[in-house]
């Protein structure tokens, strides 16, 4: 195991140290606002905290770049909590533990928080620096960016003074997005009649695990397995086959991240035990055939267990296991404007029956907002159907690309002078505060980039090494170059 600190750039590598030694899942930021705050203090730097919680710090051009285009970095303090079932960690209090792996650094069986701690420790080192060329400069720390982008919803006009910004919360290095999916939120809520366990069944735990999760916009079109769907597909099957009655079930715990473990209890006759028995083997082995390439460590396995004393009415059972098979999810139309651009999806993320209450929770995106509108509707017109209360909530915009973009231009041929190619022009299907800040901002030409991260908001989130230090240098020289207002 290496010391993070010890690689290159070392100054951003060891703020990103410093960072996860800090909890700060969403909502739970208030140690890491306090750290940036300190940070600020401790450089003699401008730093203000507003209302909604964000930080702002302002350093000063150096001498002789007082003209100079004056930057906004943007980045968000908050990360993803995700852990394996087996690990125990709480992102409440424990730090991250860090590993490098070859070419990359990852944690140990939790998200690493490189989703956006790279960003975060790459401004602290451009902040605290005394060596590098810089007109003026202002640092944007949002809160609670991955669970309703409440900082960047909060931000009021009249704080920031920048000509641009740019938000360094992308995950591909060689890349500049100009883009990226707005989002709404689609809750479900419904209560159901339980009734009296029947005679002469058994009950059953039902655990589907080992899928791989992700990023419910980055990683929506990888094809991997949504455990809510693959779970009540089962039950679904079960029920027909079985009469099985169902007493709890439930999956997922964030919406922007896929559910990568889900469960039910169930019960059986008697009789037919075995026989269920040899069922749940069965759809292990035909789910692990379908998804060979993408889930190759998937687990479904039933156990034994003792008896509850309620089920699900048969008439609540029917409805909600099938609005569930029926709702919407995944990768739903790609992008006509953007070749290979996921345009609309949505994420089945979280699923809870329990105690005669049953609630669904969805994160749909779309680049395009009547796309986004009308697949909530639809899966708002699938729960209807069961008379459970549906509400949208959360909406943010997207951020329509602008090809004339002053600062594409320009990091574009810097990145053609540093490298030799051309950077990809993208947008991307996940929430960048961008559109909700571009909102507020309307005049701030914004652009979005950043290291080579694969698959954040899972376990098996990983930053690669040489590409956070292709990054910084880039970001570097970018400054130096800026032009003139």
């Known amino acids: ?43 003699n730097l401008e730093t203000i905290v507003d209302k909604a919680g964000n930080v702002i710090i302002r350093k000063p051009a150096t001498r002789g770049m007082e003209k100079r285009k ?63 060329p810089h007109g003026p400069l202002e640092a944007l720390f949002t809160i609670d960016e991955e669970t309703g982008m409440t900082g960047a919803n909060g931000l009021k006009k009249g704080l920031l003074k920048g000509d641009i910004l740019m938000n360094l919360d992308s995950e591909d290095e060689g890349e500049l997005y100009v883009g ?95 026989q269920f028995e040899k069922f749940v083997k069965g759809y292990e082995k035909m789910y692990r ?39 919407p999810n995944g990768v739903q139309r790609m992008s006509q404007a953007m070749k290979g651009l996921v345009e609309t999806s949505n994420n089945l993320a979280i699923v809870k029956c329990s105690a005669g209450k049953f609630e669904a929770h969805n994160l749909t995106r779309s680049s395009v907002d009547s796309a986004k509108e009308a697949i909530a ?22 951020w329509k690309p602008n090809m004339e973009s002053p600062i594409l231009k320009t990091m574009s041929g810097i990145y053609k002078k540093m490298y030799g190619k051309i950077p990809e022009i993208k947008a991307i299907h996940a929430g960048l505060e961008c559109g909700i800040i571009g909102g507020v901002y309307p005049d701030l030409d914004m652009i979005s980039f950043g290291p080579t991260i694969k698959y954040p908001h899972s376990p098996d989130e990983k930053v690669n090494i040489n590409s956070v230090k292709k990054f910084f240098d880039f970001l570097c020289e970018t400054m130096k170059q800026m032009p003139a207002k």
């Open 1 to 43: 195991m290496k010391d993070i600190r010890k690689l290159e750039p070392d100054t951003l590598w060891h703020y990103f140290h410093e960072i996860t030694q800090i909890p700060r899942p969403s909502k739970k930021e208030k140690k890491m606002v306090d750290f940036v705050v300190k940070f600020g203090k401790d450089h």
């Open 70 to 132: 004056s930057i906004i970095f943007q980045s968000h303090l908050d990360m993803v909590p995700q852990k394996n079932s087996n690990k125990k960690h709480d992102f409440e209090k424990d730090p991250i533990e860090t590993i490098v792996d070859g070419e990359w650094v990852k944690a140990n069986g939790t998200t690493l928080g490189s989703d956006n701690g790279i960003g975060v420790a790459a401004t602290l080192a451009v902040m605290a620096s005394k060596d590098i």
């Open 180 to 274: 990226c999916a707005g989002g709404i939120d689609v809750s479900v809520f419904k209560k159901y009649r339980e009734e009296k366990s029947p005679r002469g069944m058994s009950a059953y735990r039902v655990d589907l695990k080992g899928l791989k999760g992700g990023h419910s916009g980055v990683d929506i079109a990888l094809g991997r397995a949504n455990s809510n769907k693959l779970m009540f597909r089962f039950l679904m099957q079960a029920e027909s086959d079985f009469g099985i009655r169902l007493t709890e079930a439930a999956g997922g715990d964030l919406r922007n991240a896929i559910p990568r473990e889900s469960y039910s209890v169930v019960l059986v006759a008697g009789v037919k035990a075995m």
């Open 289 to 327: 055939k379908e998804f060979a390439e993408t889930e190759p460590t998937l687990s479904f396995k039933c156990k034994k267990i003792k008896t509850p004393a309620k089920v699900m009415s048969k008439t609540d059972q029917y409805k909600i296991i099938r609005s569930i098979f029926a709702c």
């Open 377 to 398: 509707w639809k899966i708002a017109a699938v729960f209807h159907l069961i008379s459970a209360k549906v509400t949208l909530s959360g909406s943010y915009p997207g």
